[in-house]
């Protein structure tokens, strides 16, 4: 893997740990799909991809991601974590050592 990737991984780690915990809610993809959040999802490209294919495959991520979270509000659904009806995060409750903190995606370094 070359040092731009892991570079890469690593902000989108720091970005998961420190700042995504505090925005109030998970990631409408990832809530839709029961599948990897887009962070999750960025980090398992960079570790697969070259870094000039990882940009076309984000913008079309995060697309994907919008539509999602406009399907969940048509639904009456929402990512927010403190909802009283639904909480989908699916990392609420997992220790840091297992997991990520956003999404439950599994760190194997």
């Not at 990737?5 to 809530?31: D, E, M, R, T």
């Not at 490209?45 to 048509?74: D, S, T, V, W, Y």
């Not at 989908?88 to 599994?106: I, N, Q």
Request: proline share 6%.
């Amino acid at each position: 893997m070359k040092i731009a990737n892991n570079i890469f991984i690593q902000f989108i780690v720091l970005y998961q740990q420190y700042i995504s915990p505090h925005k109030g809610y998970c990631c409408a993809h990832s809530v839709l799909h029961g599948k990897l959040s887009c962070s999750s999802w960025a980090i398992h490209i960079l570790k697969k991809q070259k870094i000039n294919l990882f940009f076309p495959l984000m913008r079309r991520r995060f697309q994907a991601c919008n539509q999602a979270h406009e399907n969940l509000g048509k639904e009456g659904l929402g990512t927010n974590r403190n909802s009283e009806t639904i909480d989908p995060c699916p990392c609420k409750g997992k220790p840091l050592a297992e997991s990520c903190l956003v999404c439950g995606f599994p760190f194997t370094w």
